[in-house]
T-cell receptor, first 115, second 115 residues
Framework: AQKITQTQPGMFVQEKEAVTLDCTYD???????LFWYKQPSSGEMIFLIY??????QNATEGRYSLNFQKARKSANLVISASQLGDSAMYFC????????????FGTGTSLTVIP | GAGVSQTPSNKVTEKGKYVELRCDPI?????LYWYRQSLGQGPEFLIY????????DSGLPNDRFFAVRPEGSVSTLKIQRTERGDSAVYLC?????????????FGEGSRLTVL
């Protein structure tokens, strides 16, 4: 079974500070991709960052980095230097490479950046 | 257009009615997905198209839900005999098959309210 778990329903962070959003996953596939999406109040899902299961280095995209610990099956998102515009829902997702082609999403974490 | 376009953005209907939701993916994207997102939840997979065919429809909740993509571009999600429990935001996403990351590009969603 494929499952994504996000245990933090809500998080607060001070502007300009860093924050880590947790994500753990469960899959029997050996090859898979991990994704993080941002969903502001407008509703659109915005792709942030990708990590392949065989990538040896943690992915980084600007202020976003993914702390990938394969043995623990965790893929935490780190946002550095938080900005007010980072306030949104954040979803972790996984796509197994060989078991179908659907993306599995977690329940999300609501991040609020405090000025 | 440059992004995934969904219409209507909002649809209010009465229980028992028929509705159609339309998705126009990014040009050239062969993979198209429909997801459903209820309040406070992550996107829930409904169906995935590769080209014109439904490669995976395992997420459709029952036979009242049907989707087509006759020419491999625009897709229509059809819901018959709507029920109040069908109220949700229906998200469409497209993806470029063959890309290593293969991230999903989402539309802004169609919010369906069944009274």
């Amino acid at each position: 079974a494929q499952k994504i778990t996000q245990t933090q329903p809500g998080m607060f962070v001070q502007e300009k500070e860093a924050v880590t959003l947790d994500c753990t996953y469960d899959t029997s596939d050996q090859s898979y991709g991990l994704f993080w999406y941002k969903q502001p109040s407008s509703g659109e899902m915005i792709f942030l960052i990708y990590q392949g299961s065989y990538d040896e280095q943690n992915a980084t995209e600007g202020r976003y980095s993914l702390n990938f610990q394969k043995a623990r099956k965790s893929a935490n998102l780190v946002i550095s230097a938080s900005q007010l515009g980072d306030s949104a829902m954040y979803f972790c997702a996984m796509r197994p490479r060989y078991t179908g082609n659907q993306f599995y999403f977690g329940t999300g974490t609501s991040l609020t950046v405090i000025p | 257009g440059a992004g995934v376009s969904q219409t209507p953005s909002n649809k209010v209907t009465e229980k028992g009615k028929y509705v159609e939701l339309r998705c126009d993916p990014i040009s050239g994207h062969t993979a198209l997905y429909w997801y459903r997102q209820s309040l406070g939840q992550g996107p829930e997979f409904l169906i995935y198209f590769q080209g014109t065919g439904a490669a995976d429809d395992s997420g459709l909740p029952n036979d009242r839900f049907f989707a087509v993509r006759p020419e491999g571009s625009v897709s229509t999600l059809k819901i018959q005999r709507t029920e109040r429990g069908d109220s949700a935001v229906y998200l469409c996403a497209s993806s470029e098959t063959g890309r290593n990351t293969g991230e999903l590009f989402f539309g802004e969603g169609s919010r369906l309210t069944v009274l």
